[in-house]
């Protein structure tokens, strides 16, 4: 019997055929890294986006103090015997400078109008501490303690000593402002109030006929000079302390280079 003759069967391998195996690695490489990494971005998202709304919280409070202290311009009137004394606008600082000037040069003076100028010029600086006082009692700084501590995981150590500070400096402020203002009952220039709020000053009409009142105040001021001091300083320190806090400054400069 013949045996059947076997014809050998050439296979031909496919060019064409995709070898799948390398991707379905590369997918679950990808999938094991977006399984770690997205939730990692979006919880760096969520500590950023919390991290700037308390931020922009934290200068919306803090700002009304900012806007007082570099918008409000005080009239300063300069001490002198001259019918028209020169008048000219500050900001609190360098009218504390003035005020600080004056008062070494003039506390012992015994012209009425000199003690009048000198005497106007520092009730609109307790006027100035009045406000400033105001604006930072309508402030809740134990919530912003609160919530500076709740975000604190989210804030750089130099950012909470920044907060914590300036949180310090205005709690003191209050305390110490009214304690140092020892001025308000002189007898030629009397606080207008309304409604238990201070607005403004007028002068008593018998002050021209009873110039003897001038000499009185000044001596209140004389003997109260520490306090007119601190109460200058305080109020000094504030203003470095929250112009530093935004970079007021700084961003002046800039701007002031880029014009």
Known sequence: MKTPEIIPVKIIENSDKIDWEPWVLLVAVLSLIAAVIIPFAQKRHEEYRTKRNFQYYLKKQIGLILNLITTEKIEYVEPSVKNEPKKEFFYIKDY??????????HKNTIQPRVIFMLLMNIQKLCHFSYKLRQIISTIDLQNITEKTLEHGKELSKEELNKIYGLILIYESYVGI?????????????????????????????????????????????????????????????????????????????KRKNST
């Open 96 to 105: 504390i400078k003035k005020i600080k000037s004056d008062f070494h040069e």
């Open 177 to 253: 402002s009214t304690f140092h203002d020892r001025f308000g009952n002189t007898k030629s220039i009397k606080r207008e109030t309304l409604d238990n709020i201070w607005i403004g000053l007028k002068v008593e009409q018998s002050l021209l006929s009873n110039q003897s009142v001038l000499s009185e105040d000044l001596l209140t001021i004389n003997d109260n000079e520490n306090s007119l001091e601190e109460l200058q300083n305080i109020i000094l320190i504030v203003n470095r302390q929250t112009k530093e806090y935004f970079d007021y400054d700084k961003l002046q400069l």
